[in-house]
């Protein structure tokens, strides 16, 4: 597609509920990074696809995150029993990897656990 | 290890005066630097790049940022702001060999008319 699509765009769950955020990344585009921003505080990273390489998942915050990548493309970000600090707007990314491309993100998935 | 600092939460200027929003990174080895701009209920937008070359690039919008190695900064600056520059502004690091963007805490730019 012509930029990185992110569904849903707004998200509002009851605490304890799972919830599943998807990304389609740019055609062509093998590397995939997913984002955390919360409220007034900066990019938070989570987790790098590149290809078929092991993913690098340093900066999932807790055994309640996990994301997969479909035949290296869509890709889905799962959290599961969710809290209330899980409350963010959630980034996906794309680019080609190369050290210095440019890495090109979506709208965000807006999520408010309640 | 790899940061990012963004010294100003906020940023106010005058329509019309010049607008700078200052970076000072960390990063072993040759910096790869980004500035990006989220206007509100949006997603990152990428305004430019240091690669190499050049110590003055040029970016969308009429922005520009100096890469000064010296004093580990990338600030970014436009000569002449508008209202419509007025978002939340985010500057990025990677080391040369590293695909992971580590992010500032972002500024806050208000332009008033």
């Known amino acids: 597609g012509a930029g990185v699509s992110q569904s849903p765009s707004n998200k509002v769950t009851e605490k304890g509920k799972d919830v599943e955020l998807r990304c389609d990344p740019i055609s062509g585009h093998t590397a995939l990074y997913w984002y955390r921003q919360s409220l007034g505080q900066g990019l938070e990273f989570l987790i790098y696809?590149?290809?078929?390489?092991?993913?690098?998942k340093s900066g999932l915050p807790s055994d309640r995150f996990s994301a997969e990548r479909t035949g290296g493309s869509v890709s889905t970000l799962t959290i599961q029993r969710t809290q209330q600090e899980d409350s963010a707007v959630y980034l996906c990314a794309s680019t080609r990897p190369r050290a210095g491309n440019t890495i090109y993100f979506g709208e965000g998935s807006w999520l408010t656990v309640v | 290890a790899q940061s990012v600092a963004q010294p100003e939460d906020q940023v106010n200027v005058a329509e019309g005066n010049p607008l700078t929003v200052k970076c000072t990174y960390s990063?072993?080895?040759?910096?790869?630097l980004f500035w990006y701009v989220q206007y509100p209920n949006r997603g990152l937008q990428f305004l430019l790049k240091y690669i190499t070359g050049d110590n003055l690039v040029k970016g969308s919008y009429g922005f520009e940022a100096e890469f000064n190695k010296s004093q580990t900064s990338f600030h970014l600056k436009k000569p002449s702001a508008l209202v419509s520059d007025s978002a939340l502004y985010f500057c990025?690091?990677?080391?040369?060999?590293?695909?992971?963007?580590?992010f500032g805490a972002g500024t806050t730019v208000t332009v008033r008319a």
């Open positions: 990025a690091v990677s080391q040369s060999n590293d695909y992971k963007l580590s």
């Open positions: 696809f590149q290809g078929n390489s092991a993913p690098d």
């Open positions: 990063v072993s080895g040759n910096p790869y």
